[in-house]
């Protein structure tokens, strides 16, 4: 699904709240996109929703990620998933030293 209408814009840290802690958190970590691509996530989209991530003035923003490979809008807490996933994967590689 992708949102690109005129309520949809970048976002960053300087909101505030729990989209400051969500964009430090993931900032440059590394996911898998439905597609199949690694994505490296750096840039941050939102628009204004009544459910997602709010921010220091009490806005609430639905965050996502775009896949430039595939179009695909990854929702925030699908980010957070898939980026679980592949540091799971790398602890567990470290782990056996591979
Ligand atoms: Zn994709």
């Known amino acids: ?54 921010d220091d003035e009490g806005e609430i923003w639905w965050v996502y990620v775009h896949c430039e490979h595939c179009n695909y809008d990854i929702a925030y807490w699908k980010v957070k998933n898939r980026i679980g996933v592949i540091k799971a994967e790398k602890k567990a590689l470290k782990q056996f030293d591979i």
């Open 1 to 54: 699904m992708t949102h690109d209408n005129d309520y949809s814009r970048e976002i960053y840290e300087n909101y505030g709240g729990d989209v400051e802690k969500f964009i430090k958190d993931m900032k440059g970590e590394e996911l898998f996109c439905m597609c199949g691509k690694k994505i490296v996530v750096n840039k941050f989209m939102a628009y204004p929703s009544d459910k997602g991530l709010m």
